[in-house]
């Protein structure tokens, strides 16, 4: 812990953190919906994600099975698979079912989209306020909800009508930080072990992480043997808390040995590890290298039997096909290696980790002779894994900017006290200021401001005006004037089009649908002959595009000569008939005969 000499009036700020903490949420959560009441009003679900997410509630409260997470209105009449679980399900449709007799349904889903993305939140403030106090001092909680509102892209997974489930999962992750440092082992290792089952029970995506968590806790087991109660609460509660969590929320079509989601297979891994590390705790041999030793075998017996038992899982764990891996999730960009982008989207997103990094180095070697090394040890690895992560896909950012709070904090509050009580006025005044920019990262963004690099061309500019203008409520409405029929129309359209209208669709981007995905894109192009013999095998009567969607371009790329390519450019074929819809939407429609 970093020391430093307060005022004992101020003991009431650590003595009440917790309750504090969630004033500031509170006061954080009024502060979002309002700032962001006009994506409210119009149900602004940007993400594909999301608006299967409520579809996925709604089919909930209209009764469809526990169970059955099966989307009917995307290919019927079959219906499209979806890999999730209804646990992020459960606070989205408690919100619509307390505020729908006030308010009515439609009402109620849009508060209930706009609320629900924040009550992770608390949860993520509290464990970075109680890792911050602490490792950093009892006084420092503050920092880690100032500098958690200073991440660019872990904040907006907490934002209204970011109903998916990552903000759980980074919750999850927050608490799970919060336990690797309790002073109380077996608690310590109980936060830790529930966190992941629950992360686990949402979906895979924190499974590095969680692994990272139970690799850092048996590291410590290794280095201090007194840490057996911390290992051994640890185990009970991941392999309990997994298998409760399989029991009670995994769908049917998970009860096969898939590798996407908490199956047989990670059910079974979990269990094992769990109890492989709670037999570890229990004999706990008092020689260093022995533990060591008997944590490198167990590590070792669980990757084995894992590769030995599921070696379906050792590739891709989506299992798709060579051709849609090629042609479609290959090619999605949060599943890229951060340097594979543009330097004006990777820089704001690296910034806050590496200075988090910076700290949490420097907070580990001034605790080096103190009981806090290994705490801040854990940190510091944690931190390391994070950032490491950027470099396999961009999409562990939100999760590394906030494994760098308390980081960063701990350089807030070693480096910025002395600037306010410098000599120099220059230094009071600015000192600070220029401190916080630069250890919250929030440089990142202002020097891109004054910056060229990677600015928007026009075409990029078109792209994205087409992407945001055909999803909105204005322009999906007026298709519910049509008769509720399906609609063929572009994979990343499918899940807004029937969120918003009583039609159907055919895909979504969801990789358990491999078929239906590569059969839009054969449509779009072949031959309009192929087009027009796939879009009636999905007994789809309507065509729906929108021209300049990013979607769209890459048809047109790949296939100069296909279909789109040949509708987007003026060609006509007998047996589509243009829908008249008003002048300016920016949907185009076609009868499929």
């Known amino acids: 812990m970093i020391k430093r000499d307060v005022p004992s009036s101020l003991a009431q700020l650590d003595r009440h953190w917790l309750r504090l903490t969630l004033l500031a949420w509170l006061v954080i959560t009024i502060w979002f919906v309002a700032q962001r009441w006009s994506a409210i009003h119009w149900l602004s679900l940007g993400d594909t994600d999301d608006n299967m997410r409520l579809m996925q509630v709604r089919a909930l409260l209209a009764g469809q ?138 979906g895979l995506e924190m499974l590095p992480y969680a692994v990272m968590a139970g690799a850092i806790i048996t590291l410590r087991w290794v280095w201090q043997p007194e840490a057996r109660d911390r290992l051994a609460t640890y185990a009970l509660t991941l ?62 017996a669980i990757a084995a039997g894992f590769a030995l038992v599921f070696p379906q899982c050792l590739g891709r764990p989506e299992q798709v096909s060579d051709e849609l891996y090629r042609n479609w999730l290959g090619n999605i960009r949060e599943a890229k290696p951060i340097y594979k982008h543009a330097f004006r989207t990777g820089f704001p997103v690296a910034a806050l980790p590496v200075m988090g990094l910076i700290g949490a180095g420097l907070a580990t070697w001034r605790a080096r002779r103190t009981a806090a090394l290994v705490n801040w040890a854990s940190v510091l690895l944690f931190a390391a894994f994070a950032v490491a992560m950027l470099l396999w896909q961009i999409r562990a ?52 401001q004054w910056t060229s690099i990677d600015k928007p061309t026009p075409y990029i500019n078109r792209v994205n005006k087409a992407n945001g203008r055909c999803v909105t409520m204005p322009a999906m409405a007026p298709l519910n004037r049509l008769p509720a029929q399906t609609v063929f129309t572009f994979v990343d359209l499918g899940p807004r089009l029937i969120t918003l209208t009583h039609h159907s669709a055919i895909a979504g981007p969801y990789h358990r649908n491999g078929d239906a995905i590569l059969d839009v894109q054969h449509a779009f192009t072949g031959s309009p002959e192929q087009a027009r013999a796939i879009m009636k095998r999905h007994g789809a009567t309507l065509l729906l595009l929108c021209p300049n969607m990013a979607e769209s371009t890459i048809y047109r790329a790949r296939a100069p000569g296909g279909f789109y390519a040949r509708l987007a450019n003026g060609e006509r074929f007998p047996w589509l008939v243009s829908v008249p819809l008003p002048a300016d939407l920016p949907l185009r429609a076609f009868r499929i005969e």
């Open 397 to 448: 950012g939100p999760a590394a900017q906030l494994l760098a709070v308390p980081g960063v904090s701990a350089l807030a509050w070693l480096l910025l006290p002395p600037m306010l009580t410098h000599r120099s006025i220059f230094v009071r005044v600015l000192g600070p200021a220029l401190g916080f920019v630069l250890i919250s990262g929030l440089f990142a963004g202002l020097a891109l």
């Open 65 to 202: 099975g526990w169970y059955d997470l099966r989307n009917y209105r995307l290919d019927p009449p079959v219906g499209f698979n979806i890999h999730w679980t209804r646990l992020v399900d459960l606070p989205i449709a408690g919100l619509i079912l307390l505020l729908r007799p006030f308010v009515g349904n439609a009402e109620a889903e849009r508060l209930a989209c706009g609320i629900a993305p924040l009550l992770p939140l608390s949860l993520a403030l509290v464990g970075l306020a109680a890792t911050v106090r602490r490792l950093v001092a009892p006084l420092a909680w503050p920092l880690a909800i100032v500098f958690m509102l200073c991440s660019t892209v872990a904040l907006l997974m907490f934002m209204p009508e970011r109903i998916d489930h990552h903000g759980w999962q980074l919750a999850m992750l927050s608490l799970t930080v919060a336990g690797l440092c309790d002073p109380k082992g077996a608690r310590g290792g109980a936060i830790v072990g529930v966190a992941s089952a629950v992360s686990l029970t949402i």
């Open 239 to 300: 392999a309990g808390g997994s298998a409760a969590g399989y029991a009670a929320f995994a769908s049917y079509a998970n009860r096969v040995a898939r590798c996407d989601a908490l199956t047989p297979v990670w059910l079974s891994v979990m269990v094992a590890a769990g109890a492989m590390l709670l037999v570890l705790a229990l004999v706990s041999p008092q020689r260093r290298e022995l533990r060591l030793v008997l944590a490198l075998v167990a590590g070792g």
